[in-house]
């Protein structure tokens, strides 16, 4: 039987679940593995009183299926929106695909992740393998943001005018750290208003000193929980490394996502709860917490959290 302690922890944690905002979950269907798809997911999250979930897969855009299901489930609380990544199968950095997606209510824009240039190199030597999902179909091919003087590519420019034009969120992807400098620098010239570092703990070679200035400019710096947690098959860093980058970026700028949908590993609301305990666990209040996993991510995504009445 859980003691007094434990069972309080639960119902913080129950607390804070509620107006949570899960802005990068891996739901299915996919090519890739997927251990749940983006109804079970709503589902799921809707029992625990999220206020909303940003689905995202590789090789496709999930606004299509997100509006479907907002049409035929409208009793689950839960808002569902959807995203577009910027790789091969969507023909890399495509301006029809782009607006096609921005038409149908999508909300965040990935650079290329699988397929970036970055990834591609970091994955030949990585402790946990990636590799593009359509590998099995025919090798990826990388995707450059940055012509050979280090200038941000033309088509790159165009696809930031559209995510400019419909204030979508342009998120860093896989790009390296020194790449993604150069496109936010950019895209903050060129109008884009909602920014995201990716992870910057694995594979886009962050430093600290680059989470603190990219957070300085008033991107959002995002955390994929799984990174983090005990009994995740992702996990490359402890609780103190979290830490630090919340503390490089600021409690203000700081997202925290799930990351989760892959087999073999918890559910992305379970993520969330032990990703919260985590936060506890850090000496992180309440008040910090519910802006780390919920108000922050509705800033960048200008969406409401529909927190607790109590809040």
């Known amino acids: 039987m ?14 804070l679940l509620i107006g949570a905002i899960d802005p990068h979950v891996h739901s299915g269907p996919s090519i890739a593995p997927r251990a749940i798809d983006h109804l079970e997911l709503l589902q799921q ?27 035929h489930y409208p009793d689950l609380k839960t808002k569902i929106y959807s995203s577009i990544v ?26 290329p992740t699988l397929a970036a240039e970055n990834h591609l190199r970091w994955q030949e030597n990585a402790q946990w393998t990636h590799p593009a999902s359509t590998e099995k179909i025919r090798p990826a091919v990388g995707i450059p943001v940055l012509n050979a003087d280090k200038s941000v590519r033309d088509d790159v420019k165009e696809v930031i005018d559209i995510v400019a034009r419909n204030d979508m969120v342009l998120a860093s992807g896989h790009i390296h750290i020194s790449e993604t400098w150069r496109v936010f620098e950019e895209a903050k010239k060129r109008g884009v208003k909602r920014m995201v570092l990716t992870h910057p703990e694995e594979i886009v070679e962050a430093s600290l000193n680059d989470v603190k200035g990219i957070a300085a400019m008033g991107a ?14 992702f996990k490359i860093a402890d609780g103190a490394e979290l830490g630090k980058h919340i503390e490089a970026a600021g409690v203000e700028q700081t997202v925290l996502c799930s990351d989760l949908g892959q087999v ?3 559910s992305p609301v379970e993520g969330f709860r032990r990703g919260i305990k985590l936060c506890m666990d850090l000496g992180y209040d309440d008040a910090q917490i519910r802006k780390m996993v919920s108000t922050n991510a509705a800033r960048m995504l ?10």
């Open 264 to 266: 073999g590993v918890f």
């Open 2 to 15: 859980a003691s007094v302690s434990e069972q309080a922890i639960e119902r913080r944690i129950d607390n």
């Open 86 to 111: 910027l790789n091969n199968v969507i023909g890399g950095f495509n301006p029809y695909a782009v607006e096609h997606t921005a038409a149908m209510g999508g909300k965040v824009v990935w650079l």
């Open 302 to 311: 200008g969406i409401e959290a529909d927190l607790p009445s109590a809040q």
């Open 45 to 71: 999250a809707s029992a625990a009183g999220f206020a909303a979930v940003v689905t995202k897969d590789h090789d496709y855009s999930g606004v299509m299926t997100a509006a479907l299901i907002k049409r």
């Open 220 to 233: 959002f710096v995002e955390h994929s929980l799984c990174m983090f947690l005990e009994g995740s098959k």
